[in-house]
């Protein structure tokens, strides 16, 4: 169906305007500055972490088409395969989002990201887990009793031994999941918080300050966001890698071989993991594990 432009403008000028002249809003105007304010906040405040994040969507974006262009695969190794689909789409759309300066939007889909991630690393490292999750014909059920309320971290511990991570690594690594996840849920359930911090984000150039009612934003939270999906999309790349350099890795991981396709997705996961390496401890004392809104989160969490 197409409604004709004609009839859009007869519908639009007779609406109400009690003798006003009133100009119809131009989203795609607004749009263009909000992209240009949005792209100048990021340079001059934000370059570090969206770099990371941009290598940790490149890294993703490479696998998957890795992935599917593979020949002869096993039918164990498909749901890793979908579900890395589902994490690239979760990624592009994150960040479509933060360009947009939509940053409340982007926190709520990477909520997803987290359960799909850890749905990823499961069907890598389980053969069982991957089947039955193929083969349901009862998806809720399936994930109250496989997936809900913890049930899944012992798979995602699993596929960090298999890249090689101690047990002390995992712990903190699942501990420092489940602590985003809590964070990121306040924006999916609705609270007061959440549409104060839309309404008025704190202005990370301007400590103690706010900005009112910005079209577009990409504050602390959108920072700290960028830098965890390239944290957590770090150990996710490092532990695939490790994974299938060693003797019998599980089917989703197993049979690579050296490939244009395969160095597509090696080099992002060297630049992410350089970058990190070098620049994640400077991030973090501006938007991690050192924040305030961090260690608040840490603190409900031990309490819990």
Known sequence: MKIPKERL???????????????????????RRMSRDI????????????????????????????????????????????????????LISIRSLLLAGQES????IARVFMEDIELTMATAVDTEFAIAFMDTDDPDKFWSTRIAYGKIYPCVERFL??????????????????????FLSRHVHPSFSSAFNLVAPAALEAPGMFAFRPAAWFGENSGRLCLYIAEETQA????CINAFIKPNPPPALAGYEPSKSLAKFMRPAHNLQTLLQKYSSRMHSTYGRKSKAWEEEADLESET
């Open 39 to 90: 792209k100048r906040q990021i340079e001059e405040h934000h370059q570090g972490a969206f770099i990371v994040f941009e290598e940790a969507v490149r890294f993703i974006v490479a696998f998957e088409d890795f992935q599917f262009s593979r020949k002869n695969i096993s039918p164990e190794a498909t749901p890793f395969r979908f579900m890395l689909a589902r994490v690239r789409a979760d």
């Open 105 to 108: 939007s982007a926190l709520a």
């Open 236 to 239: 996710f790349s490092a532990t």
């Open 161 to 182: 031994h298999l890249g090689g991570q101690k047990q002390s690594i995992s712990a903190a690594y699942i501990k420092q999941h489940r602590t985003m996840k809590s």
């Open 9 to 31: 403008a007869q519908i639009d000028a007779s609406a109400p305007t009690f003798g006003y002249n009133i100009k119809r809003v131009s989203l795609s105007a607004k749009s």
